[in-house]
């Protein structure tokens, strides 16, 4: 198994609306991470979970909660979005994030198609 | 700090054609470089990756990128580009050693398309 499971595939919310993106991996990868990617943008790294801590947050507002509870399963919690906010969440992992080997790959997710109205 | 330029924004190449995409990075230290394709809707797929040694690199596809130093460019090659292969075009660059594998730095992207 080598691919990372994102659900929902699309989400209509609400500005009052809680949600939940979910993504899954079975690699046994250490590093999980939640990118957002706007309408005919690159991705922008937003948050970087290592061995199911929280290393790196891309000083990303708070109504964006993220969670890893187990080393396979990453969530990101959405509450009081913004239309702004509309895009596509892509989830990737690694084996690990802080020794680079010329095996190491990051594995994305086909994203969440995110729609606030 | 890392950035990278992909100067081409889109291109249309006919099936069959030769393709060559342009990628200009700025880094200090020697640049860890990656070439990922987008389908629309989808994720990342990487296509190929630098980290050191074989200035030339192959990955899948068919396609290819020479790292040049000189340059500070990673442009990505194929010879004969067939219809399946419009999509969405990112290079990235990474930190340095010893930080973190998915913390990459995209250009804006360049549209590939291709003519029948």
């Known amino acids: 198994d080598t691919e990372v499971t994102q659900t929902p595939k699309h989400l209509v919310m609400g500005m009052t609306n809680k949600k939940s993106l979910k993504c899954e991996q079975h690699m046994g990868h250490r590093a999980m991470y939640w990118y957002k990617q706007k309408a005919k943008k690159p991705p922008e790294l937003m948050f970087v979970y290592s061995y199911e801590k929280l290393s790196i947050n891309e000083s990303v507002p708070s109504r964006f909660s993220p969670e890893c509870p187990n080393s396979s399963l990453l969530n990101l919690h959405l509450h009081a979005l913004q239309p702004e906010d509309s895009a596509l969440y892509l989830c990737?992992?690694?084996?690990?994030?802080?020794?680079?080997?010329?095996?190491?790959?990051?594995?994305f997710g086909s994203g969440t198609q995110l729609s606030v109205l | 700090a890392q950035s990278v330029t992909q100067p081409d924004i889109h291109i249309t190449v006919s099936e069959g054609a030769s393709l060559e995409l342009r990628c200009n990075y700025s880094?200090?230290?020697?640049?860890?470089l990656f070439w990922y394709v987008q389908s629309p809707g989808q994720g990342l797929q990487l296509l190929l990756k630098y980290f050191s040694g074989d200035t030339l690199v192959q990955g899948i596809k068919g396609f290819e990128a020479e790292f040049k130093r000189s340059q500070s460019s990673f442009n990505l090659r194929k010879p004969s580009v067939h219809w399946s292969d419009a999509a969405e075009y990112f290079c990235a660059v990474g930190a340095s050693r010893g930080s973190t594998l998915g913390r990459l730095y995209f250009g804006r992207g360049t549209q590939l398309t291709v003519w029948p």
């Open positions: 880094y200090g230290a020697t640049p860890y």
């Open positions: 990737a992992s690694s084996h690990k994030t802080g020794v680079r080997q010329k095996n190491e790959k990051l594995f």
